[in-house]
């Protein structure tokens, strides 16, 4: 409540300067979300009331809230977690209360901002803060931000505060986060540059965090680590005529913490793109290289928490049930992937083409381990072992050790004004031990096919069919030794259909199944069939879900939470003005 006597308060003041204007020229936005889960017993896929534990009903939702008069913007997000334990979510989420809020004065030449803080450098490698409901994650920065433009084409940036740790107070463990950051458009600040074909931006960054105590007590052993640790990266972004470029190398000091197992090592990451784009074509190839890169304002932290840094992921996100169930979660210790997409419309009026053109898409990504050398200390090597500098790594070595890989191609082609077909295969390798951190999974190598079909009725109403297959490398008949066999609830063939329909713009009702058929334990063979059904109104949209929600992993720009099975009814309802 002090919080938002303190928020009111200001704006109240802030108001008072405007006199009239408060009334005349203000503007208030915001958004509403509310979900709702009720579930029940399902011993058919393992949901029994243990599970349960007796919390059948779980729910959580958010409110924002933002003010906005000539220069100066303030806003505020209120949250309310009930969560059980089946969710998926950290349980250290559950709470209510004032999550967020913040103050904004920007005229232009100068940005000063109090509170919560949402900002990245660059490509995100050295400071990211962002929010991402679907995983429960919130790593915003709570302190002060200010932004100065001196000049066309310059923007300078420099924040101070402490991120979000779930509901725990900022007077609690957690380090401080300092970071600067520059950036200089040469077309916008050279006026000879301003008409130029090559368009040119320059980029430059330091963050550091600053954790009280230098001593650290692991596995009954002390060691120094440093109190400051700073984080420094540079960027580039050319583009001339058709194609473009971009680069951003970033470098860390020694950090030891619980994810790197407390080796002094420092760390580097290199991310670069180089495009090409006309009229019905685009290329892009992309490149990127971790080592060492988990940058946290808490040493001890163990999950996707207090993250300062982000590594940006180079594959492509599949959003269909069945690959979906195999999201790459991108690899802080050591990673260097690649990526190549093309997309390429066929012209109208020709063969191929037809009398709508028909688009095609390829896209190839692989991720591989970095390749360790062990640092050698009494004869004996020490490759990650803890207190040491834990190897080294030549920059452009590759590991044997593949954790990813996706070749997948495309067709989408409208065949008349009513039907439009869209047709996909996929080619997945998924490190199952790697990027789920199961010990001795077996890797999943499997296929997909993709299929859907949209028929549109008249105006307002359309029917969508989506067909999916998956055929894994682990068969039915395949013996699994009992102590790996949790690692086999979403193996084997699957098949998936989903069926909408769709009256625009206000309401639409499906039916879905994914059956995993090919699971070689006969007590995972089940039937996740789910139905949902929607209405939306102007800026409101009401969902209802019911029927079985498969274990899988939930990810977002690479960061990924596991989601148990669970069976049981969902409501969601969101709003914004």
């Known amino acids: 409540m002090k919080r938002i006597f303190i928020l009111v308060t200001f704006v109240l003041g802030v108001t008072t300067v405007y006199g009239q204007d408060f009334f005349n020229k ?3 936005t915001g958004s509403f979300q509310i979900d709702g889960n009720y579930y029940w017993e399902d011993e058919g896929i393992g949901i029994t009331a243990d599970k349960i534990n007796g919390e059948k009903f779980g729910a959580y939702g958010f409110g924002k809230m933002q003010y906005q008069l000539g220069n100066f913007t303030a806003g505020m997000r209120f949250e309310a977690y009930q969560n059980t334990p089946m969710s998926g979510f950290d349980a250290r989420i559950k709470g209510m209360g004032v999550a967020n809020y913040f103050a904004t004065y920007d005229n232009g030449t100068i940005g000063i901002t109090v509170g919560d803080i949402y900002d990245q450098f660059g490509n995100g490698l050295i ?11 919130d790593n915003s920065l709570r302190g002060i931000r200010a932004v100065y433009r001196p000049t066309e084409g310059v923007t300078l940036k420099g924040l101070y505060g402490k991120q979000r740790y779930y509901w725990a107070s900022y007077t609690e463990e957690r380090g401080y986060v300092r970071g600067i950051d520059g950036e200089w458009d040469l077309n916008q600040s050279i006026s000879a540059w301003n008409n130029a074909k090559l368009k040119a931006t320059l980029g430059a960054s330091f963050v550091s965090k600053y954790e009280k105590g230098d001593n650290m007590e692991i596995y ?3 060691y120094k680590v440093p109190e400051n640790v700073g984080a420094y990266a540079g960027r580039v972004n050319l583009g001339y005529g058709r194609f473009g470029f971009s680069a951003e190398y970033a470098h860390k000091i020694n950090d030891p913490s619980y994810f790197n197992n407390w080796i002094y090592r420092d760390g580097e990451e290199l991310l670069a793109s180089l495009s090409y784009s006309q009229k019905g074509l685009g290329i892009v190839l992309q490149a990127k290289r971790v080592d060492n890169m988990s940058f946290k304002s808490m040493r001890t932290a163990s999950q996707n928490d207090l993250d300062i840094g982000f590594i940006p992921p180079l594959n492509y996100t599949h959003t269909h049930s069945l690959p979906s169930m195999f999201s790459y979660a991108t690899q802080p210790n050591g990673e260097m992937g690649i990526q190549f997409q093309i997309n390429y419309t066929i012209p109208k009026k020709t063969a191929l083409g037809g009398k709508y053109g028909t688009k095609l898409a390829f896209n190839y990504s692989q991720v591989n381990d970095i390749k360790r050398d062990s640092i050698m200390a009494n004869g004996e090597p020490t490759i990650n072992l803890i207190g040491t500098k834990g190897y080294t790594s030549p920059f452009f070595a590759i590991g044997d050790k593949m954790f990813y890989r996706d070749f997948n191609f495309e067709i989408e082609k409208k065949i008349s004004k009513d039907w439009h077909l869209t047709l996909m295969y996929i080619n997945l390798y998924y490190d199952m031990e790697t990027i789920e951190g199961h010990p001795g999974a077996e890797a999943v190598e499997a296929h997909f096919a993709f299929g859907e079909v949209i028929y549109k009725v008249n105006k307002k109403h359309s029917v969508r069919l989506e067909l999916q297959h998956m055929w894994d490398n682990v068969s039915q008949d395949q013996e ?3 102590v790996y066999e949790e690692y086999y609830v979403k193996r084997g063939n699957w098949f998936a ?3 909408e329909y769709t009256i625009a713009p206000k309401w639409f009702i499906s039916v879905a199944d994914k059956y995993n058929y090919g699971n070689p334990i006969a007590e995972n063979r089940d039937h ?11 800026q409101t949209r009401i969902a ?9 992993l939930v990810c977002v720009g690479g960061v990924c939470r596991e989601v148990p099975a669970s069976s049981g009814v969902a409501l969601t309802i969101t709003t914004s003005f």
């Open 528 to 538: 996740y069939i789910t139905g949902s059904f929607g209405y939306i109104k102007d």
């Open 544 to 552: 209802i879900s019911g029927g079985r929600q498969s274990q899988g």
């Open 480 to 482: 699994i030794d009992p």
């Open 497 to 499: 259909f989903l069926l």
């Open 127 to 137: 400071f990211r803060t962002y929010e991402e409901w679907t995983l429960g994650f």
């Open 26 to 28: 203000s503007k208030v």
């Open 220 to 222: 009954g052993m002390t």
